[in-house]
């Protein structure tokens, strides 16, 4: 249904030989249907983090917790760049005054304290600031028939 605003219909109805009484509380009752209900309390948002979720259906990677950072870069360039857009972005940081009175030493730390538009010249976008954790995973769905088996692993326990 297409909308209209509140001035135009009150155009109109000018326009229709409307008395102005009558004008004046059509107007009013519309301001009342248009204006948002403030008094209703939005539920607080649910915060949410990142994780890395890595796929090793060998078992290759050990079973310790990891983390790491999660980035984004140009589709048309390759993912191993961006440890060189990192140490780019740190080396630019660093001859600036902030990053010459305290510079940045490790990869932690670029992510944590350069700005973004460091990065952004680098072409890189870092989406976590603080590290989070990555996820191992076989790359298999479990089946329903499976009950009894370890639905990380996919053996009987």
Request: glycine share 4%; net charge negative.
């Amino acid at each position: 249904m297409p909308k209209i605003d509140v001035n135009k219909v009150a155009e109109i109805l000018k326009k229709n030989s409307i008395p102005p009484a009558v004008l004046r509380q059509i107007v009013e009752d519309m301001n009342l249907m248009v204006q948002p209900e403030t008094d209703e309390e939005k539920p607080p948002a649910v915060k949410k983090q990142f994780a890395i979720v890595i796929s090793d259906p060998n078992g290759d990677l050990p079973d310790h917790d990891f983390v790491g950072w999660v980035v984004q870069l140009p589709e048309s360039d390759s993912v191993a760049t961006a440890l060189e857009r990192i140490h780019r972005a740190t080396y630019e940081f660093n001859t600036t005054k902030k990053g010459r009175l305290l510079p940045v030493k490790t990869i932690g730390e670029a992510m944590e304290n350069i700005p973004a538009k460091h990065f952004k010249e680098a072409d890189l976008w870092v989406k976590t600031k603080t590290p989070v954790l990555l996820l191992k995973t076989d790359n298999e769905i479990p089946t329903d028939d499976a009950k009894g088996k370890d639905a990380r692993r996919g053996r009987m326990e």
